[in-house]
């Protein structure tokens, strides 16, 4: 008995009426091909297709980035449920394209599932819809109608299916071993051991590390192969890399308490590999420490220090395109791997000897440090300590000094200055040529390192304010300092992220002399450059407890337990009842000190008016981000 087609497929017989539409299809499945390498960076899958009313093969061509992108099309028989298939005409012969622009979508009903006859039942048909149906993309729930005709479609071909021959990769998903190739296909693949400079590779490779960096993500990843161009882990290279991680006071989660695991092979077997556009989101997302994953057209380069590292570029013309995705251990290549990791962990526990760090450089260097010293020689060593300075470099400072990975700022070349010369930095002229004037504020942006010594508002729900928007807003001399209210009573308005941040060089404890105060700077946070830091978007925080929440891990990060031992100072002051007291909060600075940008800008002033006119000087953190 016949069942009547879902009106929401589009008959084969009545394409070649329908040029380049978007069309859903259903059909059975009488030839096709396993996905393979295209002539381009792209995989390809083809099968073709015939339904009740046309007799005739209507081929599909699917692209997409790698084989975890295709339908799973097992067997001649499968029932196929294509949506938003492009038609289109080429050299006279119309087919169909599905691609990533296209945005297709998938599902595969197996031959060896679907029953001899239509169930009877709609609970049956709602069994075979939830166990047999394989989806692709996101395409819209197969219903009873169309699981009802898809079994009448597939057997009513049975008998006009060609005899199926054994297929070898019925019960595997399509790997990147297909020994299908295109003309012209160089296989990129290589193993860590044997890739060199400026070429192009396919890496299987399992997971050691992931570091969000903001725009990309960072991989370090293994395949238990050395290459003598990259950097040598058991000669200690590795530590300020490892130290990037946590801080004294464990308020920022480490990615592994495994740290063995977590850190992978010694020696020269690791390799950095930065991904970019949609495959950084993909890592980002989807990947995790111990992962195996296919890393494809990885463009090898050396860095500064002559040691080799990995980049995948995005792609210009499909920006969309995900050059990275995660393997399963039933693929060859990760097999291979994993019997090379075996061995490497066998050959460690059996001789731990020669995987041990060199400690006796560590050792000898630490006794040079005992030796006594000049007082030329201690005077230059202090110097090159204070000297040091940009967000990453600052081996030669002492451990308490090390900065916040956890921050990072977007202008790294942008010149270095101390809290001190930040405050006392002039800008003279002389217009007249004679009389020399002192410039109220010069509108500088400069670099420094920072740790936070209080806030304010003293509440985090306060952090945030409403502004209610004014015509005059586009004035650059408009001062929207009353448009802020804590309590609005118009929607006309946003709210904005508005607080004060006050803080101390990084190197306060160290460079000022005994009994001498320690000068401290108010940074203000407002605006884009608050939402760039926090990467939050302002909410009424008495309201929005999410965002709140988030506000105060974000904080945590940047200040650690500084707003807890606020709230203890506070609270013990009230406790005391002492008015004098109250006002004052000195609170210990907070541990890790972090990098920021500062902007010096200047507002007018109603009670100053000394010489430098009625303007004061302010400044605000800007180009910063928490990561």
Known sequence: MAVEKPKRF???????????????????????????PSGGTDWQCTFCIEDEYCSQKFKIKWFSAGPPGFPSIRNIGDVVMCERIKVSKYHGTVG????????????????????????????ELRILKKNACQRLGSPKEPSEADIRYAIFLCNSHKSSLPAQKPNTQSNQKPHIQSNQKPRGFRDKFSTIDHIKIHNFYDLVCEVVKI??????????????????????????????????????????????????????????????????????????????VGDYIFLQNVRIKQNSSGKIEGIIYGDRNYPE??????????????????????????EVQQKPELFQKDEGCKKRKVREEEKPKSESKKRKQKKEAVNVRGDVNLGRISKEFRLNQHVRTNRPDTRYLRVPDIKKSR???????????????????????????????PDLEDFAVFHQESEYDVLSDHSSDDDYDDEPGSTQGRWEWRFCLLVEDAEASATTAKGEAVEWLKLFVSGMDAEGLLNLTATDLRKDTKTL???????????????????????????????????????????????????????????????????????????????
């Open 321 to 346: 395109k995900v050059m990275a995705w995660g393997l399963d251990k039933q693929d060859g290549r990760v097999k291979d791997l994993l019997r090379r990791k075996r061995a490497y962990w066998s």
């Open 549 to 627: 929440s988030k506000l105060r891990e974000q904080l945590f990060i940047l200040w650690g337990d500084l707003e807890e031992r606020k709230q203890i100072r506070r609270k013990a002051l009230e406790e005391r009842d002492n008015v004098n007291d109250k006002g004052t909060l000195k609170l210990e600075p907070a541990p890790k000190a972090f990098p920021c940008c500062i902007q010096e800008y200047g507002i007018r002033s109603k009670e100053n008016k000394d010489a430098l006119g009625q303007w004061k000087k302010c400044f605000r953190i800007t180009g910063t981000a928490i990561k």
């Open 96 to 123: 169909g394209l599905a691609n990533r622009h296209t945005r297709s979508s998938c599902v595969v009903l197996p031959v060896n599932l679907i029953p001899a006859s239509i169930p009877s039942l709609d609970s």
């Open 427 to 457: 800008l003279t002229t002389t217009p007249d040529g004679h009389n020399e004037y002192i410039m109220p504020f010069e509108n500088i942006v400069c670099r420094a390192n920072v740790r936070v010594v209080d806030f304010f508002p």
């Open 211 to 288: 570091w969000d960096a903001g725009d990309r993500v960072e991989l370090s990843v293994t395949d238990y192969t050395e290459n003598e161009l990259l950097y040598d882990k058991t000669q200690g290279q590795d530590e300020d890399y490892l130290e990037r991680e946590g801080d004294p006071y464990d308020y920022v989660p480490r990615h592994s308490t495994d740290r063995a695991n977590e850190n992978g092979p010694d020696g020269k077997r690791i390799i950095q590999v930065a991904t970019w556009e949609a495959t950084a989101v993909e890592a980002k997302d989807k990947f995790q």
């Open 10 to 36: 589009t008959d084969l017989q009545e394409l070649s009426s329908l040029p380049n539409s978007f069309v859903n299809l259903m059909g059975v499945v009488v030839d096709f091909l396993p996905p393979n």
